[in-house]
């Protein structure tokens, strides 16, 4: 199958374009340039497309994450459009434009599928992440731990996640009843209620931070608060309080961009390269954190398969996700609380042959069931 891939420099897209390789299929490059808004570049977009289409001919069109303005071209054309959705919550599905025929959309989260599903969109559908395990195997077996306990992850402070610089501003009424929500959302594992309830603050909100929605969105104001603002907030808070907790009982080395974190006992190396470094550190560690981002409904994030991929052990928040895919205690390990992970991390420290099995194992289940290949051949299977 000849396919027209559309690059965004997304974590894992070389290993998927391996993938389409090894799978036998051939690969036409595009340079253009995608971001979440689209709808004003539609007129550029179509002019480079239908450049490529009339000199190459091919037979699907491929970008990693759903982009609105291929799918209108995609559905001029009468041409298959196919995306893998890397990211959970994605306002950008939210769109008139999900319904075109041409479209074959896959999103990793089971949760925003069912969603669609039940309102009887039937162009999206679930597809898991993966691990390009190949690569990761050919890693020289050799190296020891040297970490006890690693993150390898973002604290969302980045300037597109701003509410901290407006809660300032923020009326008494509404700074305290988001106190409150944040603060019982903590509380809570496998559930978002933040969308709920934002009704009593909504025009406070829009007040402070006014959304500019792109032509054809049906995405809510109540969304955008929730997945933009609010719970990149709630997940930098809770990543903070368990990343300090674990390095206050047991140390912690921290791989991220943000060098400025500073708490007793824990490592701040910087950011690590995702194809060359990461696997590594996912190696030498005696344990794996993962604490999923809050709106991601249901899904399994990428660092979890790149974890066990890597043969690292992985200890994870709970995602229903895991369910579908994975044996927990037997593949990798859950956390309920603050406590039972602070528990965990000591039980799994002293206890090296079980934490080896789990590793071992996970890395066996990725190899057989969750490769890039094996994502290829169910995406392409329409």
């Known amino acids: 199958m000849r396919i027209l891939f559309i690059p965004w420099k997304s974590a894992g897209e070389q290993d998927l374009k391996e993938a389409f390789i090894q799978e036998g299929h051939y690969l036409i490059y595009s340079e253009i340039s995608l971001r979440e808004k689209t709808y004003d570049d539609l007129p550029q977009i179509e002019r480079e497309l239908s450049k490529i289409l009339q ?35 994605y306002g950008v599905l939210y769109s008139k434009t999900v319904t075109n025929p041409c479209n074959i959309i896959y999103t990793l989260d089971k949760e925003v599928y069912l969603e669609f599903h039940k309102a009887g969109i039937s162009t999206v559908h679930y597809l898991p992440m993966a691990a390009n395990i190949e690569r990761l195997n050919a890693i020289e077996a050799d190296y020891p731990f040297i970490y006890d306990v690693s993150f390898v992850g973002t604290l969302y402070l980045e300037k597109d996640f701003s509410f901290g610089q407006i809660i300032d501003s923020l009326s008494d009424y509404t ?40 032509p054809g969105s049906l995405q809510t104001d109540e969304y955008y608060y929730a997945q933009k603002v609010i719970n990149p907030w709630i997940t930098t808070l809770e990543r903070i309080d368990l990343l300090e907790a674990v390095a206050k009982n047991y140390g912690l080395d921290f791989f991220c961009h943000h060098k400025e974190l500073i708490f007793p006992n824990l490592h701040n190396h910087g950011p690590v390269d995702y194809y060359e470094e990461m696997p590594i550190v996912f190696r030498q560690s005696k344990i794996n954190l993962n604490i999923s981002r809050r709106g991601m ?56 042959e079980e934490r080896n099995e789990i590793a071992k194992h996970g890395h066996d289940k990725i190899a057989a069931n969750h490769t890039y290949r094996h994502r290829v051949q169910e995406m392409l299977n329409f």
């Open 175 to 214: 700074r305290g009843y988001l106190d409150a929500l944040v603060a019982a959302q903590l509380k809570i594992q496998g559930y978002d209620f933040v969308q709920e309830v934002l009704g009593p603050v909504l025009d406070n909100l829009r007040k402070l931070y006014p959304i500019k929605h792109e």
């Open 297 to 352: 409904k249901s899904a399994v994030p990428l660092r979890c398969f790149d974890i066990m991929g890597s043969g690292g052990f992985l200890l994870s928040n709970f995602q229903s996700g895991f369910l579908d895919l994975f044996t927990p205690g037997e593949d990798f390990v859950y956390y309920e609380s603050k406590e039972d992970l602070l528990e965990k991390i000591g039980y799994y420290l002293t206890n090296t």
């Open 55 to 89: 000199k190459e001919s091919p037979d699907i069109v491929f970008t990693v994450n759903y982009y609105p303005a291929v799918s209108e071209f995609c559905n001029k054309k009468k041409i298959r459009y196919v995306s893998w959705t890397y990211d959970s919550p």
